[in-house]
């Protein structure tokens, strides 16, 4: 069985879009949960082992419906005691995803269940700080010294593009317009190509020169992200103004 989550394993990292991977999973699944009833003490590790791949390529393959499930599944195991040389890696990523839905009640149960070992981990210890940023509004800032290469990326991105957003719908409504250089900070994008992009993303009329972008105050625009989030923040972008204005 560990044999076959070698190989597994070795497909999610070549091909994580090879059409027998799906396949691969829900027969394996089957086999080593079946086991699993009848022989836990034998079964546990491999179960522990394959909810991590699953997980892992549930993200690259950003089916975020059945990562949700998959995931709690995993941290079930990790909660119960089980080990492995990952779980403070999986742990940070179950962290940032409850942060990018606004599943903060769930988050901070979970920061309570956690040994105070695993906080030193560098990318749970950067979740905590992620999720102490978000809550003074310290938004320029968000990421620090860490550089994201891994699947939690799809959560980071959910997170920096629903604060845009909330951005976006208050600088609408407050500014006739922006500098280049404090839209750039206070959007906290790379370029004005990026800024561009963003606006014509989210469909706004914005207007650019060479020296500033010009909103428009537009009404009622439906919030495609993560309403919930915007709710609870929704005062949050004051601090950005404050600093960069």
């Not at 208050?170 to 800024?195: D, G, M, P, R």
Request: aromatic share 14%; glycine share 2%.
């Amino acid at each position: 069985m560990e044999q076959k989550l070698q190989l597994l394993n070795s497909s999610i990292q070549v091909d994580p879009h090879n059409p027998q991977i799906p396949q691969t999973l829900r027969h394996l699944k089957l086999e080593i949960f079946n086991e699993l009833a009848v022989n836990r003490l034998g079964t546990e590790k491999l179960a522990l082992h394959f909810c991590e791949l699953e997980v892992t390529y549930l993200l690259i393959s950003k089916q975020i419906e059945n990562f949700e499930l998959a995931i709690e599944r995993l941290m079930k195991f990790y909660n119960q005691g089980l080990e492995s040389k990952d779980k403070a890696h999986y742990t940070g990523i179950y962290l940032i995803y409850l942060l990018s839905f606004n599943k903060f009640a769930q988050y901070y149960s979970q920061i309570e269940l956690l040994p105070k070992e695993t906080f030193q981990h560098p990318f749970v210890h950067f979740v905590l700080q992620l999720e102490y940023k978000l809550s003074i509004g310290s938004y320029s800032d968000l990421l620090g010294d860490y550089h994201p290469t891994g699947i939690e990326n799809v959560f980071l991105e959910r997170i920096m593009d629903t604060i845009r957003l909330q951005t976006a719908l208050s600088a609408n409504a407050s500014y006739k317009y922006l500098t280049i250089e404090n839209a750039i900070k206070l959007f906290n994008v790379k370029s004005i190509q990026e800024l561009q992009s963003f606006a014509q993303k989210q469909h706004f009329k914005w207007k650019f020169d060479n020296h500033h972008v010009y909103f428009d105050n537009i009404q009622n625009i439906e919030n495609p992200l993560n309403s919930e989030f915007l709710i609870a923040n929704s005062l949050r972008y004051v601090h950005e103004f404050d600093k960069i204005i």
